[in-house]
């Protein structure tokens, strides 16, 4: 994989965060996700600031100032902002903005199972990763679902079970699992929904798709923008993506 440059220590995140991506699955028999550590008390109760997400980001997603995308030759595609390392057989989606018609996100899709991909602009020095896990745990709860942050793969991790009509009217549940990652003045959101994000741990489509997400690489422009707003992609020429 690409080779790294040196890290410069800033970090940063982002508020606003908002899911509108919709499936239908079978609610899990137990939703909440316990896990213990070594250093774990029985019994003990953890509020969501226990999991703490992965700030250094060592494994990625990436920075573009912190990696040398010359020194491989695997061939990427080039969203703008957002510089995507594509896997065998990789279907896309990407998902537009009615009103403007800028690409929001990328939904990568992989057997059952899927990635949904959004950047956020952040601020410039304050982290805000939990006060983000909070917003989306009030807006679950509005929806009539359950949400709870715990241990992933990213850090924290937060699961949310949303239910929804299907197609014909029948009671479904949306799923999903979400990680964030945070980088200088803007933050990565990942959104794993299918089967893949049922279970308490990644099969081998939710490792695929993990690894995807964490060789995304940012390139941040210099543009001032608003906390929370999405960075829009651009779909590079001659590529015909599925519109979504």
């Known amino acids: 994989m690409f080779g ?5 220590d800033d970090v940063e995140t982002d508020e606003g965060i908002d899911e509108e991506l919709e499936t239908t699955e079978e609610a899990p028999d137990d ?7 070594d250093e774990d ?3 003990e109760e953890k509020d969501a600031s226990t999991y703490r997400i992965n700030l250094d980001r060592e494994d990625g997603p ?10 491989d030759d695997v061939e990427r595609i080039d969203f703008g902002s957002l510089i995507v390392t594509p896997f065998e057989n990789m279907q896309m989606q990407i998902q537009l903005d009615q009103a403007s018609g800028a690409v929001q996100s990328l939904l990568v899709v992989q057997g059952n199972s899927a990635i949904e991909v959004a ?4 601020p410039a020095s304050t982290v805000m990763i939990d006060e983000v896990h909070e917003e989306m745990v009030r807006g679950t709860a509005a929806q009539g679902g359950e949400a709870n942050v715990g241990p992933g793969p990213m850090g924290a991790e937060l699961r949310r079970i949303v239910p929804m009509k299907g197609p014909d009217g029948e009671d479904g549940y949306h799923v999903s699992r979400t990680w964030l990652a945070q980088g200088p003045r803007w933050l990565l959101r990942g959104v794993l929904m299918g089967e893949s994000a049922l279970g308490e741990k990644l099969d081998a489509t939710g490792q695929l798709l993990l690894e995807f997400f964490c060789n995304l690489v940012v390139r941040r422009d210099d543009s001032p923008r608003v906390p929370g707003d999405v ?5 590079p020429e001659g590529l015909h993506p599925e519109e979504s």
């Open 62 to 71: 990436f920075d573009i100032d912190e990696v040398d995308l010359d020194a």
């Open 231 to 235: 960075i829009p992609l651009k779909v």
């Open 4 to 8: 790294r440059k040196k890290r410069n």
């Open 41 to 43: 008390e029985p019994g």
């Open 31 to 37: 939703p909440d996700v316990e896990e213990t550590t």
């Open 119 to 122: 950047l956020f602009a952040a």
